[in-house]
């Protein structure tokens, strides 16, 4: 590529503003709750401490505790928010990652790890997980020659039965998830609980969607089932803060149940010039804005802040399923956190996703089955019967392009 291509002159700071707020003009419009994806809108308030906390530590470097025991004190105490929470036993460790992935990645590793160490196996490894269950579980086989065996769900839920079948003696973790992001259902982590501890293999539960909406919905009342440290098989936990933590992008956490078992995420790397170079995950840089926005914010919501923002959330999931359930679609299961997927015997989901997505909003669909599906944020409350409107009118559409289908050409 050529050097012309390279800006020349620097800019200014208002013409690259400028230049960039230009760039943003076809991006979703998430900030009036457009999005059911990728954004999660606790509102001005919130964005606000977000950005002024990630810009006060945007260039420190969670790398260095002794450099910075600013952002070893914030990890610690976002760490120990979620540890309580996610009712970890004394003794219980965690760490904060850049995100689900990267906890998912971190947990199969620090299972493996573990499988090496007590159990003697070495080669040919494999996790045994619901169909449901996220993809970061096959990027973690990919990178660590594991076998990733995915097994149906029954009623959108992990066949704990069929799960079992799946597993030999060369199996080293089984999963469920906290929800599930297809149909946003939480699995029988007791049963599969109760399956890990009989078969001696390691429970993750992927929290990553749940990890911190549960804990609250839970507060407010919802009769929610065990998933948590409170289960005596389930040994890590993934959540992410830049879900329904409400944090900047890049912040997740990963949990264990005993420090022992976190001790098996560890890298110790080298010896290079520099001696050993020990990292809790295989971040070596990791961003001090990041650690510093997850911290203010949940220390600017606290436990009374969160409760009202998933209070919010499950209000804004409530509308929505009835007023989908008055135009004819089917909810998929029973779902209690943020996530509501539907299905319709009659039109086709993929043309309304696409309708819909005329309209201005920008979704996830479902492909088995076939479906529209949401992640709620509290500003979704507010735009619950635009959704459902527009949901209207696009069926609507549909209908009546349907019937212009029918009609014949020639009549007569
Ligand atoms: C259940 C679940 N697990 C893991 C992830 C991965 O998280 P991330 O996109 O932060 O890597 C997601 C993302 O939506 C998810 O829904």
């Given at each position: 590529m050529s050097q012309d291509a390279l800006p020349q002159a620097g800019q200014s700071w208002e013409t690259l503003e400028a230049r960039m707020r230009d760039m943003a003009k076809g991006d979703v419009k998430w900030r009036q709750g457009r999005t059911g994806l990728y954004i999660f809108n606790a509102g001005e308030e919130v964005e606000r401490v977000q950005k002024a906390a990630y810009a006060m530590f945007?260039?420190?470097?969670?790398?260095g505790p002794a450099a910075f025991p600013s952002i070893a004190q914030m990890e610690r105490e976002v760490v120990g928010f979620g540890l309580a929470l996610l009712k970890a036993p004394e003794g219980g460790a965690g760490s904060m990652t850049s995100g689900g992935t990267d906890s998912i990645v971190m947990a199969v590793k620090a299972a493996r790890d573990h499988a090496r160490a007590k159990r003697g196996l070495d080669k040919g490894l494999n996790i045994v997980i619901p169909f449901s269950a996220h993809p970061a579980f096959d990027k973690a086989g990919m990178m660590m020659d594991i076998d990733v065996r995915r097994v149906p769900v029954k009623d959108y839920l992990a066949d704990v039965a069929a799960m079992e079948a799946a597993i030999?003696?060369?199996?080293l973790l089984i999963v469920g998830s906290a929800p599930c992001f297809p149909f946003g259902l939480i699995d029988p982590i007791e049963a599969l609980s109760e399956l890990a501890q009989r078969r001696n293999v390691w429970l993750h539960v992927d929290a990553c969607v749940g990890g911190y909406i549960a804990p609250f919905v839970r507060m407010n009342g919802a009769d929610l089932p065990p998933f948590d440290f409170s289960v005596p098989g389930v040994w890590s936990i993934s959540g992410d803060l830049h879900k329904y933590g409400y944090a900047s992008k890049g912040a997740s956490t990963v949990f264990f149940r005993t420090r022992e078992l976190l001790d098996f995420m560890t890298f110790d790397a080298g010896p290079w010039p520099l001696g050993r170079m020990m990292t809790p995950t295989l971040a070596g840089t990791r961003p001090g804005g990041a650690i510093a926005a997850a911290w203010a914010v949940t220390q600017f919501l606290g436990v009374e802040g969160y409760r009202e923002k998933q209070r919010q959330v499950t209000e804004a999931r409530e509308k929505i399923e009835a007023g989908v359930r008055k135009l004819g679609f089917r909810v998929i299961g029973k779902p209690q956190l943020g996530i509501v997927s539907f299905t319709h015997d009659e039109a086709d989901c993929l043309a309304l996703y696409a309708k819909m997505h005329h309209r201005g909003w920008f979704t996830a669909a479902l492909l088995e089955p076939k479906g529209l599906h949401l992640m709620l944020s509290p500003k979704h409350n507010e735009v619950a019967h635009e959704y459902l409107a527009d949901m209207e009118a696009s069926l609507k559409d549909l209908k009546q392009a349907a019937g212009e289908q029918m009609t014949p050409r020639y009549a007569g």
């Amino acid at each position: 590529m050529s050097q012309d291509a390279l800006p020349q002159a620097g800019q200014s700071w208002e013409t690259l503003e400028a230049r960039m707020r230009d760039m943003a003009k076809g991006d979703v419009k998430w900030r009036q709750g457009r999005t059911g994806l990728y954004i999660f809108n606790a509102g001005e308030e919130v964005e606000r401490v977000q950005k002024a906390a990630y810009a006060m530590f945007s260039a420190e470097n969670g790398l260095g505790p002794a450099a910075f025991p600013s952002i070893a004190q914030m990890e610690r105490e976002v760490v120990g928010f979620g540890l309580a929470l996610l009712k970890a036993p004394e003794g219980g460790a965690g760490s904060m990652t850049s995100g689900g992935t990267d906890s998912i990645v971190m947990a199969v590793k620090a299972a493996r790890d573990h499988a090496r160490a007590k159990r003697g196996l070495d080669k040919g490894l494999n996790i045994v997980i619901p169909f449901s269950a996220h993809p970061a579980f096959d990027k973690a086989g990919m990178m660590m020659d594991i076998d990733v065996r995915r097994v149906p769900v029954k009623d959108y839920l992990a066949d704990v039965a069929a799960m079992e079948a799946a597993i030999d003696e060369r199996t080293l973790l089984i999963v469920g998830s906290a929800p599930c992001f297809p149909f946003g259902l939480i699995d029988p982590i007791e049963a599969l609980s109760e399956l890990a501890q009989r078969r001696n293999v390691w429970l993750h539960v992927d929290a990553c969607v749940g990890g911190y909406i549960a804990p609250f919905v839970r507060m407010n009342g919802a009769d929610l089932p065990p998933f948590d440290f409170s289960v005596p098989g389930v040994w890590s936990i993934s959540g992410d803060l830049h879900k329904y933590g409400y944090a900047s992008k890049g912040a997740s956490t990963v949990f264990f149940r005993t420090r022992e078992l976190l001790d098996f995420m560890t890298f110790d790397a080298g010896p290079w010039p520099l001696g050993r170079m020990m990292t809790p995950t295989l971040a070596g840089t990791r961003p001090g804005g990041a650690i510093a926005a997850a911290w203010a914010v949940t220390q600017f919501l606290g436990v009374e802040g969160y409760r009202e923002k998933q209070r919010q959330v499950t209000e804004a999931r409530e509308k929505i399923e009835a007023g989908v359930r008055k135009l004819g679609f089917r909810v998929i299961g029973k779902p209690q956190l943020g996530i509501v997927s539907f299905t319709h015997d009659e039109a086709d989901c993929l043309a309304l996703y696409a309708k819909m997505h005329h309209r201005g909003w920008f979704t996830a669909a479902l492909l088995e089955p076939k479906g529209l599906h949401l992640m709620l944020s509290p500003k979704h409350n507010e735009v619950a019967h635009e959704y459902l409107a527009d949901m209207e009118a696009s069926l609507k559409d549909l209908k009546q392009a349907a019937g212009e289908q029918m009609t014949p050409r020639y009549a007569g």
